[in-house]
């Protein structure tokens, strides 16, 4: 067990390894700089600029530099505004994570009963209208469904706001938004998993055997059934979390998707890559604490990965 | 043990919902915002910074516009005319060349220290500064010697022959200022230490003796051939030249440059101009010639080196009648009433909160919803629905911009003159303001938008006959088809709306196919400066109201023009307009210049701007301005 969480851990790093050195060379290979604007600048003052962030150097001495300043705890500073990119990091991350918290808890709230439900109505219009809202949910992006809640919730609903992030009514919305798409996603895993071990021997066994369905369900039906919902969650946690970027400009909401997409847009690389390293961190130690959760929970996945 | 496990989950939910219903802060509503005289506005995005001297932006400069004040102020009354700043009064000899500025006697910072002429002359000398790296520093270029000594023009002060003893005619073919033709996009991949010295060399070469670093020009002294040397230079001339070079590598040449700005006495400042401008104390609104403090800048560092600490909440001192209260990133920023501010009595709000909010349907929702006093913006889909449902907030103004098309007359096919023209007059820009852009913007005639006394160009019509009749001449009549021409735009579906209409009527006029490029901000940017382009979409934001802000960027040279067009012509009319002996007369040849510049139709004017926004019944004082510089000292809220 320990063996394969080590060697995990070891294959995330040189997964985060390859993302800084991908992204560090990629942002620098865009069309344009930090520096290109509509009004054209000085040579002066690109002189000054270019001296200040080592872009005077060649491409291989400023990747020496990245990585050495790296190692030195060090993720420099964003060339649009000049603050340390830990500080906007360290601003902006809380916000992300209440929002993939919050999504991920609505999403859990749908999906998981609903998946649950519709697998043990089975073909019958319960199950199909679950799922038809699943699919839409899918398939509608936060983009239309975000300015809808806001429009009709957000303006009906006294102590909810269309958007801002003042108090945690704000995170409501937001929340909602960004957690139906996963849930509906959720349904549909949950429903499947459910209808796999709902027609095992052992369900079939305690049947006949007459144990309550009630307690079928919660007691051996459950355990095995949620076992593909909870490998999703977890990636799917890390993508709530990263990938907040129209939730947060449709609810004004004051997390890291913005600035990830705007250092992208702005070529602002230092931040791009601090970012990048952040997300790319989060998503293979979430991984990590997935497949860990998963062996602990399906004991053949552990006699596999040993054999 | 379930059951106990089940009720400590819900009773530790119930009792947070319960605490974040009673103690969380809750924001604050429009009314109550109203009753406290705070006013909420959208600001489209985070600000870069809040540095008047690093920034550049609109968004930067709502922000500032609050915290600090120039010399003059806009008149809310009458825009023509200003109202003073920190100077209580002004004057300038006949010429509109020597300029002075009395301080207000009670002009203090918001820490309560004495403002004072020398910050006036430290803040220019900061934002002037070679090593400063401020962007928008050319927009202080009208001072005399200011453009010298921000573009490191150092040879104007060590080649004197009362210091150094060189005369300028005995060394003036040096390369002082650098080559730009000197591609050192390669080089700059390889370190110094690891070049040849045929690299080493066009390294010096492109940067010129005045841009090199001490290290390098010890270097070249040591061997000469790493530099180009005119055939006129001895030997002993060359060892004299990088001995004064060396001996002043590393000094400021601030006071020897003479660049006019003078602190005369506490509160007498003095300005001389470059050229006659009877518009200074226009321009002195622009943030860029707003003081920054001195005292608090120098606790950070070298004050010559950007520095944003000074900037943080705290530590921000400022003049103007707000000081900053809170900035939390990309979430909002409050400035509040600053007490030390010379005219505080007349100051009725009580502060300012600005939103950083990028997306303008949620900019507008909130609105709609009570959550702000006046947006940034308002989308061009949002704007029949607004004067429907809020015919009294919406509001559609004049705003001092141009929007156009570039031709990149490099390319073979855009240098004729007479394919430029077919293409404007063939664009009905009436039918595209009406149906696409719907904010009231107004046709463009020319370039220059109307203002003051300027005669507006009337150069441009949409004309199909006179279209038809240049194409004739063009070599294209024959086989319009053969013509393919690409447009190049932003990724905005505005953008390309416009891109597409475009499309339609030259196909539909000209039967010229058009290939549209929709590209990224800096992309789109990009391709632009390197001339990959055929026809470019664009605008220009006048950065004060007078015309040569949509003029002098069509000089050669200009990083601003974009075209690769240029007449000599032209710029000798902005040349004889910089010295004419009126305002008059300067106005009058710079519509000569103007009318020259439509002549040869290097870009196609579209319309003028338009500045479309809501604006909450409470907010009282506040008044249309063509360059959306509303001061917020004169507004008030009431109910």
């Given amino acids: 067990m320990l063996k394969i969480i080590i060697n995990r851990l070891l294959q995330g790093i040189v997964v985060i390894a390859c993302l800084f050195t991908i992204t560090f060379f990629l942002v620098r290979k865009l069309p344009g700089d930090a520096l290109t604007s509509e009004k054209e600048l000085s040579a002066e003052a690109k002189k000054a600029y270019n001296e200040k962030y080592d872009f005077d150097k060649p491409v291989t001495t400023q990747y020496r530099i990245a990585i050495a300043k790296l190692f030195e705890g060090d993720l420099r500073e964003s060339t649009k505004t000049g603050q340390p990119v830990s500080k906007i990091i360290a601003h902006s991350f809380p916000t992300s994570v209440v929002l993939g918290v919050t999504g991920m808890f609505v999403a859990i709230c749908i999906g998981i009963p609903a998946g649950i439900i519709s697998a043990l109505k089975k073909n019958s219009y319960i199950d199909y209208s679950t799922m038809l809202i699943a699919m839409i949910g899918i398939s509608v992006p936060t983009f239309v469904i975000g300015p809808l809640i806001a429009k009709f919730i957000g303006s009906n609903v006294p102590f909810l706001k269309v958007a801002g992030w003042g108090d945690p009514f704000d995170w409501v919305l937001p929340s909602i938004t960004l957690g139906l798409g996963t849930g509906a996603y959720l349904a549909r895993i949950t429903r499947a998993g459910m209808l796999d071990v709902l027609s095992q021997d052992y369900i079939r066994t305690a049947q006949a055997k007459g144990v309550p369905q009630q307690m079928i369900i919660t007691k051996h039906a459950l355990k095995g059934g949620l076992i593909p919902s909870i490998a999703y969650i977890g990636p799917a946690f890390a993508m709530l979390i990263t990938g907040s970027f129209i939730v947060e400009t449709i609810f004004q909401a004051p997390g890291m998707g913005q600035h990830f997409v705007n250092a992208t847009k702005n070529r602002d690389p230092f931040l791009l890559q601090g970012i990048v390293l952040l997300f790319g961190t989060l998503i293979v130690v979430v991984n990590i604490a997935s497949d860990i959760a998963l062996m602990f929970l399906n004991p053949r996945l552990r006699q596999e990965e040993n054999a | ?639």
Wanted: proline letters at 6%; charged letters at 25%; a neutral charge.
């Fill in chain 2, 1 to 639: 043990m379930k059951q106990l496990i089940a009720k400590t989950i819900l009773a530790l939910t119930l009792s947070s919902s319960v605490f974040c219903l009673t103690n969380c802060k809750s924001e604050d509503t429009l009314a109550d915002s109203t009753k406290k005289k705070i006013l909420i506005l959208g600001n489209s995005a985070e600000p870069e910074g809040l540095d008047p001297q690093v920034v550049t932006g609109v968004t930067e400069s709502n922000i500032i516009r609050a915290l600090f004040e120039g010399l003059c102020v806009e008149n809310p009354d009458d825009p023509a005319t200003s109202k003073p700043g920190v100077a209580a009064t002004w004057s300038s000899d006949p010429n509109y060349k020597e300029w002075t500025f009395n301080l207000q006697p009670d002009a203090k910072w918001s820490d309560g220290v004495d403002l004072t002429a020398s910050d006036f002359e430290f803040s220019y000398h900061r934002i002037l500064h070679p090593k400063f790296g401020a962007k928008y520093a050319s927009m202080l270029y009208f001072i005399r010697g200011a453009e010298d000594y921000n573009k490191n023009h150092r040879e104007l002060y060590l080649i004197k022959p009362e210091t150094s003893g060189l005369v300028w005619e005995s060394v003036k073919n040096v390369n002082f200022r650098g080559d730009s033709d000197i591609d050192t996009k390669e080089l700059k991949q390889t370190l110094y230490d690891d070049m040849s010295d045929k690299q080493r060399k066009a390294m010096h070469d492109s940067s010129g003796l005045n841009n090199l670093p001490k290290a390098k020009l010890i270097s070249i002294s040591k061997n000469k051939t790493l530099f180009t040397w005119p055939p006129d230079i001895n030997p002993s001339l060359s060892d004299k030249l990088l001995e004064i070079y060396i001996q002043n590598a590393d000094k400021d040449m601030w006071s020897r440059s003479g660049v006019g700005v003078r602190a005369v006495a506490p509160k007498l400042l003095e300005i001389s101009l470059k050229a006659p401008i009877p518009f200074l104390p226009d321009i002195t609104k622009h943030y860029t010639w707003y003081p920054v403090p001195k005292h608090v800048i120098e606790k950070f560092g070298n004050p010559m080196v950007q520095n944003y600490l000074w900037t943080e909440p705290g530590s921000l001192v400022s003049n103007g009648p707000f000081k900053l209260k809170e900035w939390t990133m990309n979430y909002r920023i409050d400035v509040e009433s600053n007490p030390q501010y010379w005219d505080a009595a007349n100051v009725k709000l009580r502060g300012v909160r600005y939103l950083p909010i990028a997306n303008p349907y949620t900019e507008a929702r909130m609105f709609f919803n009570n959550q702000l006093h006046a947006t940034d913006k308002l989308a061009s889909e949002l704007i029949e629905y607004s004067k429907e449902k809020f015919p009294k907030n919406l509001k559609q103004e004049t705003y001092l911009g141009t929007n156009f098309l570039r031709f990149n007359t490099k390319l073979a096919i855009f240098d004729d003159v007479n394919l430029r023209k077919a293409l404007a007059y063939s664009i009905d820009s009436a039918s595209i303001i009406e149906h696409i852009l719907k904010g009231g913007q107004s046709v463009a005639t020319g370039v220059v938008p109307p203002m003051g006394d300027y005669k507006t160009a009337k150069a441009l019509e949409y004309d199909i006959a006179k279209a038809k009749e240049f194409f004739s001449k063009t070599k294209y009549a024959d086989d319009p088809s053969s013509l393919e021409i690409t447009l190049l735009t932003t990724d905005q579906e505005s953008a390309k709306v416009l891109a597409e209409a475009l499309q339609a009527m030259w196909k539909t006029h000209l039967g010229v196919k058009v290939k549209i490029e929709q590209r990224d901000w800096k992309t789109y940017l990009d391709s632009m400066s390197k001339f990959n382009f055929g026809i470019a979409t664009g605008g220009w934001i006048g950065d004060y109201p007078d015309p040569t802000t949509f003029l002098d960027m069509w000089k050669k040279g200009d990083g601003n023009n974009r075209t690769g067009w240029s007449s000599e012509e032209f710029e000798a009319k902005l040349k004889e307009a910089e010295t004419a002996a009126t305002p008059e007369l300067r106005l009058q040849l710079l519509s000569e210049a103007e009318n020259l510049f439509l002549k040869d139709l290097p870009i196609i004017p579209l319309y003028w701007y338009t500045s479309n926004y809501l604006l909450h019944e409470s907010v009282k004082g506040w008044k249309p301005s063509i360059m959306k510089n509303q001061p917020y000292k004169f507004m008030d809220l009431s109910e």
